[in-house]
């Protein structure tokens, strides 16, 4: 990974696969090296949870961010909101941009359209963070149980991030798409993987315990599985170094098959550059993208993600 990420280019378009809208984010640095990543986030929430992954990633090829259809402001098509069913519109974005072996990232229920993609397709590399559900715990209650207790270990900012994403999706939705992910058995679909995977956690995720990750290596064809220290189910946000880190050293083949990583490697650092202009700056930008979703102006919410980028560039950058 380069120290310094290059800013990245922005751009977001709609794909449209019949009445389905899967709003795509491109971030790009011109690294140029034929290597495309495609992110999908979880349950309700957007593509803003990848705000720091996305430029990391970029740095070593195409990022595609996926808003998929009913979350961040994208319509709910009518369609049943099954893995499947987002699994399609992920195929459907893979085609559309002639992506023929990206990367494919998921977090959270974002892992199970993943691992729903790679039953159809081979495709060389993927990367499974916070997967979900534990089949013993597969009951709302508990759920809202162990994403409680993971959340108190989460920052104000992810949770700011996550209640801006809950209202855009709405709870009608969002509780919609709630029985499609309970009754999801990641643990027998990922025997028809047909991929190098990637298990990450953080030492907190309530929602992915220890045992669902083992029980997903032993019936995965092949992976690896680390664990993030200090980090909880967020991780791919709050140690975002670290998930990129990994992801690159996964890709590669450089990685053991089981490991834990210090927080202090993997977790976002302070800007280099936080004052006050710059806080309002993000604070202004991130509004911005909401209200523009709201509305339903795709170019209101490519200026903002554009404006935030570059906020978050001349935050962290090395000035020299």
Same mark, same amino acid.
């Given at each position: 990974?380069?120290?310094?990420?290059?800013?990245?280019?922005?751009?977001?378009?709609?794909?449209?696969?019949?009445?389905?809208?899967?709003?795509?984010?491109?971030?790009?640095?011109?690294?140029?090296?034929?290597?495309?990543?495609?992110?999908?986030?979880?349950?309700?929430?957007?593509?803003?949870?990848?705000?720091?992954?996305?430029?990391?990633?970029?740095?070593?090829?195409?990022?595609?961010?996926?808003?998929?259809?009913?979350?961040?402001?994208?319509?709910?098509?009518?369609?049943?909101?099954?893995?499947?069913?987002?699994?399609?519109?992920?195929?459907?974005?893979?085609?559309?941009?002639?992506?023929?072996?990206?990367?494919?990232?998921?977090?959270?229920?974002?892992?199970?359209?993943?691992?729903?993609?790679?039953?159809?397709?081979?495709?060389?590399?993927?990367?499974?963070?916070?997967?979900?559900?534990?089949?013993?715990?597969?009951?709302?209650?508990?759920?809202?149980?162990?994403?409680?207790?993971?959340?108190?270990?989460?920052?104000?900012?992810?949770?700011?991030?996550?209640?801006?994403?809950?209202?855009?999706?709405?709870?009608?939705?969002?509780?919609?798409?709630?029985?499609?992910?309970?009754?999801?058995?990641?643990?027998?679909?990922?025997?028809?993987?047909?991929?190098?995977?990637?298990?990450?956690?953080?030492?907190?995720? /309530?929602?992915?315990?220890?045992?669902?990750? &083992? !029980? #997903?290596? +032993?019936?995965?064809?092949? *992976? %690896? @599985?680390? $664990?993030?220290?200090?980090?909880?189910?967020?991780?791919?946000?709050?140690?975002?170094?670290?998930?990129?880190?990994?992801?690159?050293?996964?890709?590669?083949?450089?990685?053991?098959?089981?490991?834990?990583?210090?927080?202090?490697?993997?977790?976002?650092?302070?800007?280099?550059?936080?004052?006050? /202009?710059?806080?309002?700056?993000?604070?202004? &930008? !991130? #509004?911005? +993208?909401?209200?523009?979703? *709201? %509305? @339903?102006? $795709?170019?209101?919410?490519?200026?903002?993600?554009?404006?935030?980028?570059?906020?978050?560039?001349?935050?962290?950058?090395?000035?020299?």
């Amino acid at each position: 990974m380069t120290s310094e990420p290059p800013p990245a280019d922005v751009d977001v378009e709609t794909f449209r696969r019949g009445r389905a809208r899967t709003r795509v984010t491109r971030v790009s640095t011109g690294a140029g090296t034929g290597r495309d990543f495609v992110l999908v986030a979880g349950i309700g929430v957007a593509s803003t949870y990848f705000e720091f992954l996305a430029p990391l990633l970029a740095a070593e090829g195409e990022v595609y961010a996926l808003d998929l259809p009913g979350f961040a402001g994208v319509p709910a098509s009518g369609d049943q909101p099954t893995a499947a069913f987002f699994a399609d519109q992920v195929e459907g974005v893979l085609d559309h941009y002639g992506l023929r072996d990206p990367v494919l990232v998921g977090h959270s229920m974002g892992t199970q359209v993943v691992t729903e993609v790679l039953t159809r397709r081979e495709l060389s590399h993927a990367v499974l963070v916070s997967p979900v559900v534990d089949e013993g715990e597969a009951r709302a209650g508990v759920q809202a149980v162990r994403f409680a207790q993971s959340t108190v270990r989460e920052s104000l900012h992810i949770a700011l991030l996550a209640v801006s994403a809950y209202l855009l999706c709405g709870f009608l939705y969002f509780f919609e798409t709630l029985p499609y992910m309970l009754r999801y058995r990641i643990s027998d679909r990922i025997v028809d993987a047909r991929s190098h995977l990637l298990l990450i956690r953080g030492e907190f995720d /309530r929602p992915s315990p220890r045992r669902l990750h &083992s !029980r #997903l290596v +032993e019936r995965a064809r092949s *992976a %690896r @599985r680390w $664990e993030i220290e200090g980090a909880a189910h967020c991780v791919v946000n709050s140690h975002a170094v670290g998930v990129a880190r990994l992801t690159m050293e996964h890709v590669r083949d450089e990685l053991a098959r089981k490991g834990r990583m210090p927080a202090a490697e993997a977790a976002v650092p302070p800007a280099q550059h936080a004052d006050v /202009r710059m806080v309002l700056g993000a604070a202004a &930008s !991130r #509004l911005a +993208e909401w209200i523009s979703a *709201a %509305r @339903r102006d $795709e170019t209101g919410v490519e200026r903002a993600k554009a404006r935030h980028a570059r906020v978050l560039w001349e935050a962290y950058r090395a000035r020299r």
